[in-house]
């Protein structure tokens, strides 16, 4: 059974000079142990399709389901990471990493123990009771992580979580989210990604998800077949690399300013 199903997705927003397409019939599924990315050029509204499969907004027509349930309000069993850390300036990490908990209703002896293991689990000892201010982007970042984790979530959304940051804090960070979706005692059982990279979305995913320019269709679906370690500098991994570049650029988007080596498309 898929865990998210998109079926005929269309989304539109009205302005003052009419109706505005974001995307038109987006259909696919993301299945337990699945790790997803959505890549495409900008604007092309990968953030939105985000929004749309948590259930923070709703789509203009089509469905989405979570286990079979259509998704019409926030689905809990999701969690969100954010490009901007999006954390409480006036919580400690501590905080900030339980503040899910609390909505939930957890007692205060539950909501301890699990800050306490998401903590250690995503490598933030010793900094419980900073504040956001305190921290470094990558620090700041773990907690947003520290906090969508502690919440167990079956989905992990994320939204460029890693593109505010340097390149150095950014691997280690991919690094850490791959041990964390395949060990089998930690959640989540699968991962969305929405990500400008595509060298990035190559590393992560098993399927990458290629958007048009907007209205946003889906050009293809690609799967990416490589063992794991990924050897970035591999032919394979370039011939990948280069084949969605090229399905974004032929697929009727604006022209790439980065050379398809880098993997790096606007977004």
């Known amino acids: ?15 003052r000079h009419g109706s505005i397409a974001i995307m038109q019939d987006i259909s696919f599924e993301v299945r337990d142990s699945d790790f997803v990315a959505l890549v495409g050029p900008s604007g092309c509204g990968k953030s939105t399709l985000l ?24 689905v809990s069993a999701m969690a969100m990471v954010f490009q901007s850390f999006a954390l409480f300036p006036w919580m400690t990490v501590s905080q900030n990493v339980g503040f ?7 007692d205060r002896d539950r ?6 293991r998401y903590v250690s689990v995503t490598g933030l000892d010793g900094f419980q009771e900073a504040y956001p201010r305190e921290l470094s982007g990558g620090m700041r970042q773990r ?6 984790l502690a919440v167990e979530p079956v989905v992990l959304l994320m939204d460029e979580p890693f593109s505010a940051l340097d390149a150095l804090t950014a691997e280690s960070l991919r690094e850490e ?12 059982d699968a991962v969305l990604l929405v990500s400008h990279n595509i060298e990035e979305a190559i590393q992560l995913a098993d399927r ?16 990416v077949d490589l063992p794991r370690p ?19 650029t032929e697929g009727g988007a604006p022209a790439l300013p980065s050379n398809p080596a880098t993997g790096t498309a606007p977004g």
């Open 230 to 248: 990924r050897d970035r500098k591999s032919q394979a991994f370039y011939d990948l690399t280069d084949r969605v570049y090229s399905l974004i």
């Open 100 to 106: 899910g908990l609390e909505a939930l209703g957890w």
């Open 1 to 15: 059974m898929a865990l998210i199903r998109v079926e005929h997705v269309d989304k539109s927003f009205q302005s």
């Open 51 to 74: 929004r749309l499969i948590q259930g923070l907004d709703s789509p203009t027509k089509g469905e989405i389901y979570f286990r079979d349930q259509p998704v019409h309000s926030t």
């Open 111 to 116: 909501i301890n123990a699990q800050v306490e």
């Open 177 to 188: 989210v791959l041990q964390l979706w395949r060990d089998p005692q930690l959640p989540p």
């Open 143 to 148: 907690v947003g992580l520290a906090r969508a």
């Open 208 to 223: 990458v998800i290629v958007l048009s320019r907007r209205p946003a269709h889906i050009l293809a679906d690609v799967t």
